[in-house]
């Protein structure tokens, strides 16, 4: 059974139209991630929570934002998607900031 | 500094062994990862090593450490075809609060 889900996994939206992507754990963890990921490149960390405490990365863009309501949920918001943010979005939970990083399936977003 | 690399691609025939390199810089790594990522999906967790061991084995891959160059290496014998994916090679940083840094990814293609 997955243990970390993304919702949707494709999402499609027209540039500048705000998108919302949500990841749900069932792992109880209490670090959640959100990841960019961009054709053939690595995985680019956004943001991530301990606990309540939200973290950004220093280069993260304004334009993403994340809201952790409870430790299951993590939603990533994009208010104004561009082209350049066409990319797939992949969450993961760990136990505690060095514990193995579990990851969902992703969700492709496309900008038109 | 925090950089990871891999050189991008590699091919190998089914039943070949396979081993793809990977080079970090930063001294502080405590854990590093090797990730396989299948096309269209999330990253799922093969192996990983602690920066004070040189050597794990594991069913068919084995992974090499050489701290002294900041090297590791991903040895998969026997290689399948269902072996073809990318493979990336991750460390996480001590004086970070564990984040989790990725290197570009190696596509490893499996021919019958």
């Known amino acids: 059974d997955a243990m970390v889900i993304q919702n949707p996994r494709y999402q499609v939206t027209q540039f500048g139209k705000p998108v919302t992507l949500s990841c749900s754990q069932t792992l109880n963890h209490n670090v959640m991630y959100w990841y960019q990921q961009k054709s053939s490149q690595a995985p680019k960390l956004l943001f991530h929570?301990?606990?309540?405490?939200?973290?950004n990365e220093a280069d993260t863009p304004d334009n993403f934002q994340s809201r952790r309501p409870n430790t299951s949920f993590c939603f990533l918001d994009i208010r104004s998607p561009g082209l350049g943010d066409a990319a797939m979005y992949l969450c993961a939970t760990s136990r505690g900031a060095l514990g193995e990083l579990f990851f969902g399936e992703g969700s492709r977003l496309t900008v038109l | 500094g925090e950089d990871v690399e891999q050189s991008l691609f590699l091919s190998v025939r089914e039943g070949d062994s396979s081993v793809i390199n990977c080079t970090y810089t930063?001294?502080?790594?405590?854990?590093l990862y090797w990730y396989k990522q299948e096309p269209g999906a999330g990253l799922q967790l093969l192996t990983y090593?602690?920066?004070?061991?040189d050597m794990k084995q594991d069913q068919r891959l084995t992974v090499l450490l050489n701290k002294k160059d900041k090297h590791l290496s991903l040895r998969i014998a026997d290689t399948q075809t269902g072996d073809s994916a990318i493979y990336f090679c991750?460390?996480?940083?001590?004086?970070?609060?564990?984040?989790?840094?990725f290197g570009q990814g190696t596509e490893l293609s499996v021919k019958p």
């Open positions: 929570y301990y606990d309540k405490d939200f973290n």
């Open positions: 930063d001294s502080s790594s405590t854990y």
């Open positions: 991750a460390e996480t940083l001590r004086n970070q609060g564990g984040k989790l840094i």
């Open positions: 090593i602690f920066s004070n061991m």
